[in-house]
């Protein structure tokens, strides 16, 4: 039970995947994550 005033969200559309292939990549794709170091991060601090 919601415990604020405010109106509930919209529901979202349904949407039917049509290309499982480019679905599959995209969700692979979706949890990398890359991170680019740069010498300031090591840098010690005093």
């Given at each position: 039970?919601?415990?604020?005033?405010?109106?509930?969200?919209?529901?979202?559309?349904v949407?039917?995947?049509?290309?499982?292939?480019e679905?599959?990549?995209?969700?692979?794709?979706?949890?990398?994550v890359?991170?680019?170091?740069?010498?300031?991060?090591?840098?010690?601090?005093?």
């Open positions: 039970m919601r415990k604020d005033n405010l109106p509930p969200s919209q529901p979202k559309g949407y039917k995947v049509k290309n499982w292939l679905c599959n990549a995209g969700l692979i794709e979706w949890g990398n890359s991170i680019w170091p740069n010498k300031q991060m090591f840098s010690q601090r005093s």
